[in-house]
């Protein structure tokens, strides 16, 4: 991640295809000789197709041909008639041309963002496993962001199945290493992590060739991490309480707990007993019949975490638009909990330019609002990311509301209007704020005029997070970056960011072979009952403070929010 693997990509193709920059090269002559028909597919995300062309047309001196858009045609004509060494195409069109991709004989094929095929079962991966090669490269600054399984995903592409059976690597690796690295370990877990850590490494070191910023540590400026916890605004607080108290969010959290909470019998615990409270507003919507499943109550987990996080963003999030089209059972169900969370009569969302630009409704806009005041005073330019697109359009009216000026890029800008944008933040003093939607904007766009970088909202995966910091921090940036995660204080986000750290931990210990420090005790970090847990009377959370608590002391980070990696509350 902005380590510039673009250009060396390119540079490696130019060994392989024999490249010497002669002058028959640099004009990129026509036809190719005869007895030297050699073709590279190189796949890329739509998001930085524009960006390679560029750097192919820069760097290279390639007979190029981009299969996508308008000139998808006249490529897919260039390759069946040997004209193009190299075959430049997205993820997309790969799926969708699958009869003139697949079948031909790449000398090699070049994958960038290689996570994208972290899922084996996706159609995408099944896609690119169909397309025939001697040999694939995969590019990646995240080989593994939630789980070892990732890791065994993109290994078992690039070695076409010579890493092992899934199964076997899970129980090899995976359940080494994370019953290795409980706080509460045993020291036979210990040893056992120790030495199946040895043995990932070296399969890692066969397979794989990594490069961090370390390599750059002399030429590099500093980056400094900065966390900061911000307090609910009122009516998101009473909000918060009211969705916990709801029949769903008290179903999930005592699912496990014996005797069942809804009838007191002694032998079954909730989820195997009463199931589930068709009085909740998730419910009845995911179960028309009034019939629980037998997934129950897990089955409304992830939209009740959804609308919870929701909360903690902005109240308006909850309100179904009236302008997007929905399903009519999605729009009911949005409109029913908005009711239930915010009153009756509360389910019309407010789009006008002022309400919500307003800070009362939201605690991290009302940090943030202080936070642009003084960023602007020292000149800096700041990237604001978002994973939602309408948190994004709030966030907007914020930045209009305040009077700087801004420029926006999310998943609906086209591809050529990326390159502006970005051309525009770097070479423009003027433009301050940039924008960016965390999916859209966090892979491949270099914005090194940026010296400030903000995680409006904290993703399950932490490797969303750290693409987004890395527009900033990468390779041709001057000045030190400082990045600010905003996190609301107690309520799940918490709970995501020590997930987080959970996940960053165990990717150290399978990727680099790291003796990270053991910050988590077993069963801390699952299951319902943590995830939604009720605030103490004093309105924290007190096992998760602990545990914020017991990774500050080990850490020595989270102290002030403005230096060395620091968090501060605000």
């Known amino acids: 991640m902005g380590l510039g693997k673009t250009v060396q990509t390119i540079a490696f193709l130019g060994a392989v295809l024999g490249k010497t920059a002669a002058e028959e090269d640099r004009q990129r002559r026509f036809p190719l000789p005869e007895d030297d028909h050699r073709e590279v ?19 290279g001196c390639f007979r190029l041909a981009v299969c996508h858009g308008a000139e998808k045609e006249a490529a897919l004509r260039a390759l069946a008639s040997r004209e193009c060494e190299v075959v430049l ?25 290689a996570h994208k095929l972290k899922n084996p079962k996706a159609k995408v991966t099944e896609s690119a496993q169909r397309v025939a090669c001697p040999s694939r490269f995969a590019l990646t600054g995240t080989p593994m962001s939630n789980n070892h399984m990732e890791l065994w ?38 040893r056992q992590r120790i030495l199946r850590q040895a043995d990932l490494r070296r399969l890692i070191d066969e397979w794989m060739l990594q490069r961090t910023k370390e390599v750059l540590s002399g030429e590099m400026p500093k980056k400094t991490d900065n966390i900061v916890f911000c307090k609910l605004a009122d009516a998101q607080r009473e909000v918060y309480a009211r969705v916990l108290d709801s029949p769903d969010y008290v179903a999930l959290r005592n699912m496990h707990k014996r005797p069942c909470y809804m009838c007191g019998n002694e032998d079954e615990c909730y989820s195997k007993c009463c199931k589930l409270d068709m009085d909740g507003v998730l419910a009845r919507h995911h179960h028309p019949d009034g019939e629980a499943c037998k997934w129950c109550p897990s089955c409304i987990g992830m939209p009740a975490m959804s609308f919870l996080l929701k909360v903690c963003n902005h109240l308006e999030m909850l ?4 302008d997007e089209p929905m399903k009519p059972g999605q729009r009911a169900k949005q409109q029913d909990f908005a009711e239930m969370a915010l009153g009756a009569g509360a389910t019309t969302r407010d789009n006008t330019f002022l309400s919500r630009g307003s800070v009362d409704k939201c605690g991290k ?42 420029r926006r890029l999310d998943g609906k800008t086209s591809a050529k209007k990326r390159t502006q944008l970005v051309d525009e933040f ?145």
């Open 153 to 190: 995903a993109l290994l078992d592409f690039v070695s076409k199945s010579h890493v092992g059976d899934k199964k076997d690597f899970k129980q090899f690796y995976e359940k080494a290493l994370k019953a290795g690295m409980k706080m509460d370990a045993s020291q036979h877990e210990l």
């Open 365 to 406: 806009m009302r940090a943030l609002r202080g936070l642009l005041s003084t960023w602007r005073l020292r000149s800096a330019k700041v990237l604001l990311f978002s994973y939602s697109t309408v948190m994004l359009d709030i966030l907007e009216d914020m930045v209009a509301r305040a009077g700087y000026n801004y």
């Open 41 to 59: 597919l190189v796949v890329v995300p739509m998001s930085t197709l524009g960006n390679w062309k560029r750097e192919f047309r820069t760097w």
């Open 89 to 113: 195409t997205t993820y997309e069109t790969v799926v969708n041309c699958q009869r003139d991709l697949a079948g031909h004989p790449w000398e090699a094929t070049v994958w960038d963002e």
């Open 426 to 570: 770097n070479t423009q003093e003027s433009i301050f704020v940039f924008l960016l939607s965390t999916k859209a904007g966090g892979l491949g766009l270099n914005l090194v005029a940026a010296t400030v970088v903000v995680i409006f909202d904290p993703n399950w995966n932490p490797s969303h997070d750290m693409q987004a910091q890395d527009r900033a921090y990468r390779i041709g940036q001057r000045h030190d970056v400082n990045v600010y995660r905003l996190v609301s204080s107690d309520t799940l986000e918490e709970k995501m960011y020590l997930r987080q750290l959970y996940k960053q931990t165990q990717e150290n210990v399978a990727l680099r072979g790291a003796d990270e420090a053991r910050y988590f005790k077993s069963g801390e970090l699952e299951g319902f009952h943590n995830l939604l847990e009720k605030p103490a009377e004093d309105g924290s959370f007190s096992r998760t403070r602990e545990i914020i608590n017991r990774v500050i002391g080990q850490k020595g980070a989270l102290d002030d929010g403005e230096g060395g990696g620091g968090g501060g509350e605000a």
């Open 319 to 322: 309100k179904p638009d009236p």
